[in-house]
């Protein structure tokens, strides 16, 4: 399996508060960073799989929507959070 308990509590760890605090906005929005590369790699070589595009589409959404709710709640994690994943360009 591509993302393990450890590989979770590492994205936690580096991103959220600690590792055991896995309802940090900045947490999950790196772990749903680290799902969304990884699903578009293997969109990529199968290109008919239209499940995984549909589960990317809601990743996509679910990122969307806690990157709006970091933004209104406290913008210098908001930066933070984009600069370190890199998701604007």
Do not use: C, P, W
């Not at 605090?21 to 070589?45: K, V």
């Amino acid at each position: 399996m591509y993302l393990t308990t450890d590989k979770k509590k590492e994205f936690f760890k580096t991103y959220g508060k600690g590792e055991g605090d896995t309802g940090s906005a900045e947490g999950q929005i790196a772990l749903f960073s680290f799902r969304i590369s990884h699903l578009t790699g293997h969109l990529s070589t199968n290109k008919k799989d239209f499940n995984t595009q549909k589960s990317l589409v809601k990743l996509v959404g679910k990122r969307r929507d806690l990157l709006d709710y970091l933004k209104e709640k406290d913008i210098t994690r908001y930066r933070n959070i984009v600069k370190e994943l890199g998701l604007r360009r």
